[in-house]
């Protein structure tokens, strides 16, 4: 067969990559999600059409971002001869590793908070013949358990507190650039672990350092309930509607206060009331469907945009801006998470005028 023109991230950026002759590269041709502008959304904040710019990470093989950093990560522990890979996982990490690892021909063992990981997450590392198991406690506690079975017993971990999920990861940063033909001015996403945001803030400053252009403002969004990094404390018990970062002690905590010091960013946090209201708007007025932790870092832009936060900007700049939002993953992720905004539908009978009465009804 010939080889497809794309070939995934490490094909890609091979040279910017912790990759050798002898790494064989176990891919799902990961990377490469679309940009898409969100004129609306851009109108109602005041906003130039052209100034907002949704990434679309979703779109990749599993339906989150992970998979840039677990196509590194995975080949590298094949490189290594590793017994298996594991992870702590709010569930998009998981079925990321699940995958991969199924394609590497390797054993994959997930620690899930046990009713906080999506059904659609679930559902793709069962399917990919994970070993999963429901920890009673949270996120936070998986890791660390995590962290001491990888010690002890000889798995490696693809948390990204792996270095090899980071580099991976940080190849988004290269995409977006590419496509803008410089850095954005303002970067928003969710924040939960920190390795995404850390991977970013890498990947610009590894453009700039080579190319001596701008850099954008890292804007970390987390949801009140989770929000250890703008509290300066961890949280004991964090809680949010959005369980991909329902996270109380990120592990690059350190890491991603640099990013947002280094780059005159912020981090900030929102209620799931906004969230959600993001959420919804992404999908009703912009046809993206992200899952709900995704729309934290829109909600985040909405926040700051309506503080004023774009008007102490002078006029050119201003026709310029260009701000991207990170959407982390897929809305189908997350099937169940709809309920919350508590959508009208109706049953009818398979009848003519019970159809048309129920649509008068709906509108
Ligand atoms: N968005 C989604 C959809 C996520 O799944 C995550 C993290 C984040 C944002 C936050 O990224 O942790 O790098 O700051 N999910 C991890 C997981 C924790 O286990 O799937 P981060």
Redesign the pocket.
């Known amino acids: 067969m010939e080889s497809p023109s794309y070939g995934g991230i490490i094909q890609k950026y091979r040279a910017c990559l912790p990759v050798g002759k002898g790494t064989t590269v176990v891919s799902l041709l990961e990377g490469n999600t679309p940009l898409v502008c969100a004129p609306r959304l851009a109108r109602w904040l005041e906003l130039p059409e052209d100034a907002l710019l949704l990434k679309i990470e979703g779109m990749n093989p599993t339906g989150?971002f992970?998979d840039r950093g677990m196509t590194v990560a995975v080949s590298k522990a094949l490189e290594a001869g590793a017994r298996g890979i594991l992870c702590?996982?709010?569930?998009?990490?998981?079925a990321s590793a699940a995958a991969y690892a199924a394609r590497a021909g390797l054993r994959c063992a997930v620690l899930l908070p046990e009713g906080g990981v999506a059904a659609g997450k679930l559902a793709a590392a069962l399917m990919h013949g994970a070993s999963v198991i429901a920890l009673r406690g949270s996120?936070d506690a998986a890791l660390a358990l995590a962290q001491r079975v990888a010690q002890e017993d000889g798995w490696t971990l693809v948390n990204?507190v792996n270095p090899s999920r980071i580099q991976g990861q940080k190849t988004a940063a290269f995409e977006i650039i590419e496509a803008l033909g410089r850095a954005p001015d303002f970067q928003f996403m969710?924040?939960?672990?920190?390795?995404?945001?850390t991977a970013y803030w890498l990947g610009y400053r590894e453009w700039h350092a080579a190319l001596k252009k701008g850099l954008p403002k890292m804007m970390g969004v987390q949801a009140k309930g989770a929000a250890p990094l703008v509290l300066g404390r961890p949280v004991a018990h964090p809680k949010t509607v959005a369980s991909?970062?329902r996270?109380g002690r990120?592990a690059s905590w350190a890491a991603a206060l640099k990013a947002k010091e280094e780059s005159g960013g912020m981090i900030a946090a929102v209620s799931d009331a906004e969230i959600l209201s993001a959420w919804r708007r992404l999908a009703r007025e912009e046809g993206v469907f992200c899952?709900p932790?995704?729309a934290a870092g829109v909600a985040g832009l909405i926040r700051f945009a309506r503080g004023g936060g774009f008007h102490r900007m002078d006029a050119s700049k201003r026709k310029a801006l260009r701000i991207v939002c990170i959407l982390?993953?897929h809305g189908l992720k997350d099937p169940d998470a709809p309920a919350a905004l508590r959508f009208r539908r109706r049953t009818v009978d398979p009848d003519l005028r019970a159809v048309s009465s129920a649509l008068n009804a709906l509108k």
């Open positions: 989150s992970k702590a996982s709010t569930g998009n990490t998981a996120f990204s969710p924040v939960g672990n920190a390795g995404n945001i991909a970062i996270i990120p899952e932790a995704s982390t993953g």
